[in-house]
């Protein structure tokens, strides 16, 4: 019966083992060491910059869209039309119905 769990142990340790590549100790640490930190600045840090780099852009984009002394602001609201024109701004469809 003890030789059981025994074996049961011994077999999920050699699988575990050999998962990782079969190394043991030091050698084994030091490779998934090697491998997180290529990881890490292959991938990972490559990433985070771009994120905020984009964040950065995006908040002076819109830092200098809103102080833009010339931008356009619509200041009055279009006055519904019901002819074929559409809206009126000012006076310039009353011209035209005078000509008519």
Do not use: C
């Amino acid at each position: 019966m003890t030789s059981n769990w025994k074996r049961t142990v011994g077999n999920v340790r050699s699988f575990i083992g050999n998962s990782m590549g079969g190394l043991r100790g030091g050698s084994n640490l030091a490779s998934w060491v090697v491998a997180g930190t290529l990881a890490y600045f292959l991938w990972v840090k490559p990433s985070q910059e771009l994120k905020r780099e984009q964040q950065e852009r995006a908040a002076l984009a819109a830092l200098a869209e809103a102080s833009n002394p010339n931008r356009y602001i619509e200041k009055r609201k279009p006055i519904p039309d019901p002819q074929e024109t559409g809206l009126i701004y000012g006076n310039k469809n009353r011209n035209r119905k005078s000509d008519e």
